[in-house]
T-cell receptor, first 114, second 113 residues
Framework: AQTVTQSQPEMSVQEAETVTLSCTYD???????LFWYKQPPSRQMILVIR??????QNATENRFSVNFQKAAKSFSLKISDSQLGDTAMYFC???????????FGKGTHLIIQP | GAGVSQTPSNKVTEKGKYVELRCDPI?????LYWYRQSLGQGPEFLIY????????DSGLPNDRFFAVRPEGSVSTLKIQRTERGDSAVYLC???????????FGSGTRLTVV
């Protein structure tokens, strides 16, 4: 079974700063997918970024990038130039290479201070 | 539709009652997933449909929980004899499969009183 660990229950940074959210996972699989989802108070899970394990290059989406360390089973999210709208719960998630469901971490509550 | 639609948005029911939660996935998405999110926790997988059949129902907590997807589109999660511990947000997601990404609905907040 896969497990996902997010060790930071809450983080707070000033607007425009850079923040890194940590995530580690445990799996015996070699091909899998990793995701970061944002969940604002509206409850809807919004995909932030996705990484395919067989790709060595770290995924980037505008201000969001990941540091994927496959050997260490680490998948951290970096948010640059943070904005007030980035305030939300952030969940790291794992999916085996097929069409199975996601395994989520417990989340990190990110607060961007003005 | 344009997104995943879940109804109702909120549901309050009395302990022991039966409830149905509905999920309308993105048109063409063959895979559909149900998750349960308790307060302060990440979503937990309940069941996954590929087409009309339940490909994996290993996350259903007990036999009070059941889900169907009779025509391979809309799905209904059914909970019998509800208990206060069933109170949570129930999220639905759909996907084209293959790890390409999952689109979530806004969830149904179930409160059992």
């Amino acid at each position: 079974a896969q497990t996902v660990t997010q060790s930071q229950p809450e983080m707070s940074v000033q607007e425009a700063e850079t923040v890194t959210l940590s995530c580690t996972y445990d799996t015996s699989e070699n091909n899998y997918y990793l995701f970061w989802y944002k969940q604002p108070p509206s409850r809807q899970m919004i995909l932030v970024i996705r990484q395919e394990a067989y790709k060595q290059q770290n995924a980037t989406e505008n201000r969001f990038s990941v540091n994927f360390q496959k050997a260490a089973k680490s998948f951290s999210l970096k948010i640059s130039d943070s904005q007030l709208g980035d305030t939300a719960m952030y969940f790291c998630a794992f999916s085996w290479g097929g069409a199975d469901g996601l395994t989520f971490g417990k989340g990190t509550h990110l607060i961007i201070q003005p | 539709g344009a997104g995943v639609s879940q109804t109702p948005s909120n549901k309050v029911t009395e302990k022991g009652k039966y409830v149905e939660l509905r999920c309308d996935p993105i048109s063409g998405h063959t895979a559909l997933y149900w998750y349960r999110q308790s307060l302060g926790q990440g979503p937990e997988f309940l069941i996954y449909f590929q087409g009309t059949g339940a490909a994996d129902d290993s996350g259903l907590p007990n036999d009070r929980f059941f889900a169907v997807r009779p025509e391979g589109s809309v799905s209904t999660l059914k909970i019998q004899r509800t208990e206060r511990g069933d109170s949570a947000v129930y999220l639905c997601a759909s996907s084209l499969g293959g790890g390409k990404g999952y689109t979530f609905g806004s969830g149904t907040r179930l409160t059992v009183v």
